[in-house]
């Protein structure tokens, strides 16, 4: 049976912890908290070396990555197509895979990485040197909207 290790924090592992309990997958879900840094303990390093979440093992598979994850996962159980595309000969089905995995690449190297950092950078920040003027807030969301540094000055 996969197992796949993650924390619910993390937006992929949530994509990837929803495919599987929608569809009733039987695959075991190992939380690992990257907030005690669950994930840089040895115990979990020995099962994957990158020391990243999501992560799914079967047998001697060790596959990183929501994504190829995901792929993996409705092949091996033929999920419906609305879920993920499965593998298929028809050029039909390739070119519907061929399209969800780009289109599932450039959300993780734009969109979430720009949404990443907007929330990192104005709230996350803001609570971590606490800012209390509106207007150093104001300041540090243009800063971050422009692509700057996002340090005050």
């Not at 049976?1 to 569809?23: E, T």
């Not at 695959?27 to 990257?34: E, G, P, W």
């Not at 079967?58 to 419906?80: F, R």
């Not at 609305?82 to 070119?95: E, G, Q």
Request: glycine share 4%; proline share 5%; charged share 20%.
């Amino acid at each position: 049976m996969p197992k796949l290790y993650g924390d619910l924090m993390s937006q992929p592992m949530r994509a990837c912890y929803i495919l599987c309990k929608a569809n009733n997958l039987p695959v075991d879900i190992q939380l690992i908290r990257v907030d005690r840094m669950d994930h840089k303990k040895q115990d979990y390093l020995k099962i994957n070396p990158l020391g990243k979440v999501p992560f799914l093992t079967d047998g001697d598979l060790q596959l990183p990555e929501s994504v190829a994850i995901m792929s993996y996962l409705a092949d091996l159980y033929h999920i419906p197509q609305h879920w993920h595309p499965t593998s298929s000969s028809s050029s039909a089905t390739l070119k519907d895979k061929a399209m969800y995995m780009a289109a599932a690449h450039w959300y993780h190297s734009t969109i979430r990485l720009g949404c990443m950092k907007l929330v990192f950078h104005t709230v996350i920040g803001a609570i971590a040197v606490k800012l209390t003027e509106s207007t150093d807030v104001q300041r540090l969301r243009s800063l971050c909207l422009q692509g700057s540094q996002c340090a005050l000055r």
